[in-house]
């Protein structure tokens, strides 16, 4: 797979989720950048960084939160749509990607797709995401997301 993407937070150290798997498969890589200050987590702030051959993706895309109690809808929308535009700029099409706010529940999984795909589901340019989450959570996620493809039909 050439990329994953996750999300940081810029008042949580460590890293949780997706992307602190990810830290600690790459030995501490990305919590040594956000302890220099190089990264920090910061709404609208991205960061890519060589995955092999630590991990079995080409490229990390980190995507920068801002602080976690400011986090809501809009903020999700923003963070979803920067992701989009950046994989989009990169002409990365397949992805593993884990939805902003996800890990911790700062926004529901159905909301989060819900949202995703208004963001995003009419795009050509994203042929496919992996998406990371809980087993529950993939499972509503993706009853949101075969309820959301018959609405589209529908019309």
């Given amino acids: 797979m050439e990329l994953c993407a996750c999300s940081i937070w810029s008042d949580e150290r460590p890293a949780r989720g997706f992307a602190g798997l990810i830290d600690w498969q790459l030995g501490g890589r990305m919590s040594g950048l956000l302890k220099s200050g190089f990264v920090r987590g910061d709404r609208g702030e991205s960061l890519l960084v060589p995955g092999k051959p630590h ?34 700029r990169l002409r990365v099409r397949r992805a593993v990607v884990e939805l902003p706010g996800r890990p911790g529940d700062a926004i529901d999984a159905e909301q989060a797709i819900t949202l995703t795909l208004d963001a995003l589901g009419s795009s050509a340019d994203h042929d496919v995401w992996w998406l990371v989450d809980t087993p529950a959570a993939q499972r ?15 019309l």
Avoid at 77 to 86: E, S, V
Avoid at 140 to 154: F, G, H, L, P, T
């Fill in 140 to 154: 509503r996620i993706e009853q949101r997301a075969a309820d959301e493809r018959r609405r589209a039909r529908a």
């Fill in 55 to 88: 991990v079995p993706f080409e490229k990390i895309l980190v995507v920068g939160l801002g602080p976690r109690r400011a986090f809501n809808p809009g903020a999700f929308r923003d963070a979803i749509a920067h992701l989009g535009r950046t994989l989009e």
